[in-house]
T-cell receptor
Framework: GENVEQHPSTLSVQEGDSAVIKCTYS??????FPWYKQELGKRPQLIID?????GEKKDQRIAVTLNKTAKHFSLHITETQPEDSAVYFC???????????FGSGTQLTVLP | NAGVTQTPKFRVLKTGQSMTLLCAQD?????MYWYRQDPGMGLRLIHY???????AKGEVPDGYNVSRLKKQNFLLGLESAAPSQTSVYFC???????????????FGPGTRLTVT
């Protein structure tokens, strides 16, 4: 089955700096790569996603890049704010039911 | 629209007891999923369904059963609870044939289960 590795497990940045989280996946059949933000005690919320036929996608301060050859994708958050502090999960989707395999998460802390 | 709802929100069970978690969605989604989330780990897929009357095993199905008798509901059952099943359980749904994102999964608020 699919395996998704996520790094780093924790990340601290100063407010206003950029944050980058990286994921690798194992199955070249995966074709959809979402990123979720989860605040303490809350449900995961989709923040951005990318499909395998696109190399980069941007939404305001958030961007995702995908390298299919190397089987890795990354989340970039610019101009970080304290409210960006949360756990971020990457995932990869494959199969007819679009099942998601998640990474282990990154605890992002934005220091004021 | 309520989106995806789960009941109950919290539950404490003794080892060997049984229970059913209910997930309901009002978005006319075809696909539904049950995940568990343990501390320091990502979500892991337990079972999923691609339509009414269908179910399939995910990554960690042992000790759980599911049923999808109605399109809007997906039930997760624990027949004989074990301490290893202490976790937060999330339900999700996706894919409507009437349009919208075909891939995005919408999550419920979660059920925190403790087995003692």
């Amino acid at each position: 089955g699919e395996n998704v590795e996520q790094h780093p497990s924790t990340l601290s940045v100063q407010e206003g700096d950029s944050a980058v989280i990286k994921c690798t996946y194992s199955d070249s059949a995966s074709n959809y790569f979402p990123w979720y933000k989860q605040e303490l005690g809350k449900r995961p919320q989709l923040i951005i996603d990318i499909r395998s036929n696109v190399g980069e996608k941007k939404d305001q301060r958030i961007a995702v890049t995908l390298n299919k050859t190397a089987k890795h994708f990354s989340l970039h958050i610019t101009e970080t704010q304290p409210e960006d502090s949360a756990v971020y999960f990457c995932a990869a989707s494959m199969g007819s039911a679009r099942q998601l395999t998640f990474g282990s998460g990154t605890q992002l802390t934005v220091l004021p | 629209n309520a989106g995806v709802t789960q009941t109950p929100k919290f539950r404490v069970l003794k080892t060997g007891q049984s229970m059913t978690l209910l997930c309901a969605q009002d978005m006319n989604h075809e696909y539904m999923y049950w995940y568990r989330q343990d501390p320091g780990m990502g979500l892991r897929l337990i079972h999923y369904s691609v339509g009414e009357g269908t179910t399939a095993k995910g990554e960690v199905p042992d000790g759980y059963n599911v049923s999808r008798l109605k399109k809007q509901n997906f039930l997760l059952g624990l027949e004989s609870a074990a301490p290893s099943q202490t976790s937060v359980y999330f339900c999700a749904s996706s894919y409507s044939t009437s349009g919208g994102s075909n891939h995005e999964q919408y999550f419920g608020p979660g059920t925190r289960l403790t087995v003692t």
